[in-house]
Each structure stands twice: as structure tokens, then as C-alpha cells.
């Protein structure tokens, strides 16, 4: 039953071997992912004018959403890497000199890929929700934040926060806004307007927790109904205008439900067809992209032990970059085919990893 861990030492110099580079694989696989969205991130500094330090926990966000998918990839690059180098130099043969077989030599990436798989899982469950739901916030915040470009001097503006916003003048140097004319009607059966000598908008910042005030001074605000008519004064008035609890208030993407919030979601009986698909879709997404780390591990080992050419190590990066190539293909199709309805949803979330397995079974075979 133990005859796999007839070597721990050799095991041992594999795992650790694998580990170096399966990091590397994580740091090399997240680079290239922000890089896909490197434009619209240097957009809100260039154009936008958001600070570096927000930028940066962007990233940060974006990175921790990336891990579920990143894991697998690293894994799989780690392998061929680190079993490619073993066979070009010969310690392959060694060890089977010793009389280990491919299943000793091969026992290390397994341990590996189920600590990954593991690792994949959870994170896909817990941490890469949050990391996505945090960016969404994040950007959420930004666009509402934008809008305040949208106030021209001289003209009505309606997409401000829901409100119709005039200045007679705007200041380019402060941003005050002079002789203001505002009509509020966020609050339909009592909607308010708003007349002022200036205002500014302001941007209050408490660590991650952030508010908007349009703030008035020396003005009127005029409410009326069917009723009556109220008429009050005011030296300084603050419009709400949004705050980080109303953001966070607003529908999750399905990339932001946790386990528990897929769980209850699907379980309800309130989702539409589509709503249903893309969700079950998601769910499935999970576990499949966990169970890859397993055969994208025993892949690696298939592959890197039957390497034996001088330049294993770029045939490694080679064959990794192609393996994932063609996995993403199949993930993106499957799931598209999942949401639109084409295939069944938990059949379309599979897919990739099915004929991915088919592959690992079709060499293993070969093998022996």
C-alpha cells in the first residue's frame, strides 16, 4: 500500500524542486493577465485622474479574481518545467535505476496538484469572489465619480447622479460651481429644487470607505406637492450624492457569489431560465477548474518524463503555453455553449476537463 513512498527522499527533492517554479508560473501567469487590461487601468490615471495607490489595489482585486484559473496554468508550467530539466538530465533514468517506477517519480506532482486543487477550490469559493466584488465596487465607485465631468457650464445636465444640475459659471482652477440650479427628483413623490450661489463637489476618504457630497451654499431649496409649499434657506446644504454601502447594496455578477451565495441563489426558485444556466454554469466552473489542477499535474508528468531533448526547458514553456492555449478554447466555448442554453450547463462546465482527461487517459495507456 506504501510502496509509493518507497523513496521519501526523492520525493521529496522533486516537490521541492516543482515549487520554485510553480510561484514563478502564479507571478508570470498574473502579469500577463493584468497586461490585458493594462489599458483600461492606465485610462482612469491619464484620463480620469485616479491616483496610483487606487490603481494599484485594482490590481490587487484583479490579481485575487485571476487565481482560480492561474493556479491550474502555473501548475502545469511548473511540472513540464521542472520533470522536462529531470529527463535532459538524465535523473529520470537514475531514479528508475534505483528501481523507482513512473509511479514513484510521478507521486510528488500528484501531492502537489492536490494541495493546488484544494487551494483552487477554496479560493474559487471564497477568496476570488471577494477580490472580484471588491473591483466591481472599486470601479462602480469610479464611473459614479465620473459623472461629474458631465456638468458643462451654461447647460442642463442630466447625467449627473440622477439629478438635473446648471451652473452659470465653472471655476477650472477649484471646480466651484456658480449660480446653481439643481432639480432633485431621485425621491419621486417629493421632488426638490435647488437653487444656490456655488457649490462643490466634495470626495470624503476613510481607508476603503469613501462618500460624495455635492455641498451648497447661500441658496433655497423650493419642495412642493398637491398640498403645500415649503420654502427653506439654507447657508450650506450637502447633497448625498452616493457612498461605498448603497455600491455595495447593488446585484453581484455571478463571478462575485460565493459557494453560500450560489447555494441559496439557485436553490430559491426565483431565477429566471438564464439566470439559472449562468449560475449552475458558474458553480460547475469551479469545481471543473479544481479537478484540472489534478490532470494538468499528471499531464505535466506524462509529458516532461518522455521529453528527452537538450532544450527541454523551452519545450516546457512550449507545450505549457500550448496546453493552456488549447484548454482556454475549449473553457471559453464550454462556457458560452452553458449560458446561451446550447448544452446543458454542468455537461458545458466539464467539457474542457473531460477531454483534457481523455488525453492523460489515451498517454497513460500508451505507457504501459
Not at 37 to 56: D, K, S
Not at 57 to 64: A, K, P, Q
Not at 269 to 277: A, D, N, V, Y
Given at each position: 500500500?506504501?510502496?509509493?513512498?518507497?523513496?521519501?527522499?526523492?520525493?521529496?527533492?522533486?516537490?521541492?524542486?516543482?515549487?520554485?517554479?510553480?510561484?514563478?508560473g502564479v507571478l508570470i501567469f498574473i502579469f500577463i493577465l493584468l497586461?490585458?487590461?493594462?489599458?483600461?487601468?492606465?485610462?482612469?490615471?491619464?484620463?480620469?485622474?485616479?491616483?496610483?495607490?487606487?490603481?494599484?489595489?485594482?490590481?490587487?482585486?484583479?490579481?485575487?479574481s485571476f487565481l482560480p484559473v492561474i493556479l491550474p496554468m502555473s501548475l502545469l508550467f511548473s511540472v513540464l518545467l521542472t520533470y522536462g530539466r529531470l529527463s535532459t538530465d538524465s535523473e529520470?533514468?537514475?531514479?528508475?535505476?534505483?528501481?523507482?517506477?513512473?509511479?514513484?517519480?510521478?507521486?510528488?506532482?500528484l501531492v502537489l496538484s492536490l494541495l493546488v486543487a484544494i487551494f483552487s477550490a477554496q479560493t474559487s469559493f471564497t477568496l476570488a469572489p471577494w477580490g472580484n466584488r471588491q473591483f466591481e465596487v472599486l470601479i462602480n465607485r469610479l464611473q459614479q465619480m465620473k459623472a461629474s465631468a458631465t456638468i458643462r457650464e451654461g447647460v442642463f445636465s442630466e447625467g449627473f447622479f440622477n439629478l438635473v444640475v446648471y451652473a452659470n459659471e465653472i471655476d477650472k482652477k477649484s471646480?466651484?460651481?456658480?449660480?446653481?440650479?439643481?432639480?432633485?427628483?431621485?425621491?419621486?413623490?417629493?421632488?426638490?429644487?435647488?437653487?444656490?450661489?456655488?457649490?462643490?463637489?466634495?470626495?470624503?476618504?476613510?481607508?476603503?470607505?469613501?462618500?460624495?457630497?455635492?455641498?451648497?451654499?447661500?441658496?433655497?431649496?423650493?419642495?412642493?406637492?398637491?398640498?403645500?409649499?415649503?420654502?427653506?434657506?439654507?447657508?450650506?446644504?450637502?447633497?448625498?450624492?452616493?457612498d461605498d454601502s448603497e455600491i455595495s447594496e447593488r446585484s453581484k455578477s455571478p463571478l462575485s457569489h460565493t459557494y453560500k451565495d450560489?447555494?441559496?441563489?439557485?436553490?430559491?426558485?426565483?431565477?429566471?431560465?438564464?439566470?439559472?444556466?449562468?449560475?449552475?454554469?458558474?458553480?460547475h466552473r469551479r469545481w471543473a477548474l479544481a479537478v484540472a489542477c489534478l490532470i494538468f499535474a499528471l499531464l505535466g508528468?506524462?509529458?516532461?518524463?518522455?521529453?528527452?531533448?537538450?532544450?527541454?526547458?523551452?519545450?516546457?514553456?512550449?507545450?505549457?503555453?500550448?496546453?493552456?492555449?488549447?484548454?482556454?478554447?475549449?473553457?471559453?466555448?464550454?462556457?458560452?455553449?452553458?449560458?446561451?442554453?446550447?448544452?446543458?450547463?454542468?455537461?458545458a462546465a466539464w467539457i474542457p476537463t473531460i477531454i483534457f482527461g481523455g488525453v492523460l487517459f489515451i498517454l497513460t495507456t500508451e505507457m504501459k
Open positions: 500500500m506504501f510502496d509509493i513512498l518507497k523513496s521519501p527522499r526523492a520525493t521529496k527533492y522533486i516537490f521541492f524542486e516543482m515549487l520554485p517554479s510553480f510561484i514563478l497586461m490585458f487590461q493594462a489599458l483600461r487601468l492606465t485610462e482612469f490615471v491619464l484620463v480620469h485622474g485616479v491616483q496610483i495607490e487606487t490603481v494599484a489595489r485594482m490590481m490587487g482585486y484583479l490579481s485575487i529520470i533514468v537514475a531514479f528508475k535505476a534505483l528501481g523507482l517506477n513512473l509511479k514513484h517519480i510521478g507521486f510528488p506532482a471646480g466651484v460651481l456658480k449660480k446653481v440650479f439643481i432639480y432633485d427628483e431621485r425621491n419621486p413623490n417629493s421632488p426638490l429644487t435647488i437653487i444656490a450661489k456655488e457649490g462643490e463637489l466634495v470626495q470624503n476618504s476613510e481607508s476603503l470607505k469613501q462618500q460624495s457630497l455635492l455641498t451648497l451654499r447661500s441658496g433655497n431649496i423650493h419642495k412642493s406637492s398637491l398640498q403645500s409649499y415649503t420654502k427653506i434657506d439654507f447657508e450650506t446644504y450637502n447633497i448625498n450624492l452616493f450560489l447555494k441559496v441563489a439557485l436553490a430559491s426558485g426565483k431565477l429566471t431560465p438564464k439566470q439559472h444556466r449562468s449560475l449552475t454554469t458558474e458553480f508528468v506524462a509529458f516532461g518524463t518522455t521529453t528527452n531533448k537538450r532544450a527541454a526547458k523551452a519545450n516546457g514553456v512550449v507545450l505549457s503555453i500550448g496546453i493552456i492555449v488549447f484548454y482556454w478554447i475549449f473553457y471559453v466555448v464550454g462556457l458560452s455553449l452553458g449560458k446561451t442554453g446550447v448544452l446543458p450547463p454542468v455537461l
